[in-house]
Structure formats: C-alpha cells, structure tokens
C-alpha cells in the first residue's frame, strides 16, 4: 500500500488523513509576508477553485499578518490542487507552506475524557451498579 506523500492522499490502511469542516475543505497556509493581503491570496488560490471563505490572522497592535492563513475551498480535490502546488513555493517574497488544516483522528484512537464522564468537585464518583 502507499504512504502518505501529500495531504489528503491515502494513508497505507487506505484510507484518508484530511477531514472535512462543516461546509468545505479547509487549507491552513503558514509562512505568509506580514505585508499579505486577502486580495493576495484570493489572486493565488483563486485560480485553484472557488475560495468560499478566506481568513487571516492579523496583530491587533501593528495590524500586519500574523503569518498564516485559512482558505476554505467548496471541493476537497480543489483543496488537493492548491496544496499541492503551492506548498514550498515562493509568495511576495517568502516561502509558504500549506496542508489541510484539519485532520481525522486515527481509527482506533480513544478520546482524551476521562473514564466515566466528568468529574466535579475533585471528588470522584462512585461507578453505577451496572458498572461495578
């Protein structure tokens, strides 16, 4: 079986890493000039698919980019695209990287709650007679 190469593509079980957000596929892009701007990267992953949403983190004291970026493409193969090549490229000067920016869990993998629900006031419960 294949190994993981590029975002998205398939893990050695066959199956895919990249998770879906709530309404798209969403690209995180770190390495960003602080000098970026949305019309930038509208101009540069524009030309991949349509960008249905497009979010960038900026300083609240200088009011430049923080370094990175959310794109979020309506297709996962457009998403595909993009990464593909744009990751290690070089964009107003400085290289960026880009990768999906949400990630399934492996299967099998257990959640981090702890056993039995909650736990409230630091005191522990008494498990149900069910589950003694």
């Keep these: 079986m294949a190994d993981v190469d590029m975002a998205g593509e398939l893990n050695g079980a066959g199956q895919s890493w990249a998770a879906k957000s709530v309404e798209g596929w969403i690209v995180i892009v770190t390495g960003l000039n602080e000098e970026a701007t949305e019309e930038d990267l509208q101009d540069l992953f524009g030309d991949f698919g349509e960008v249905k949403n ?55 993998a257990r959640s981090r709650a702890p056993a039995g629900g909650a736990r409230r006031g630091g005191r522990d419960r008494e498990a149900s007679p069910s589950r003694r």
């Design 54 to 108: 497009l979010s960038m983190a900026l300083n609240r004291r200088t009011g430049y980019v923080m370094g990175y970026a959310l794109i979020e493409f309506r297709e996962k193969e457009e998403a595909e695209k993009a990464i593909k090549e744009t990751d290690g490229t070089t964009f107003l000067e400085k290289t960026i990287k880009t990768d999906f920016a949400f990630a399934k869990a492996p299967s099998g």
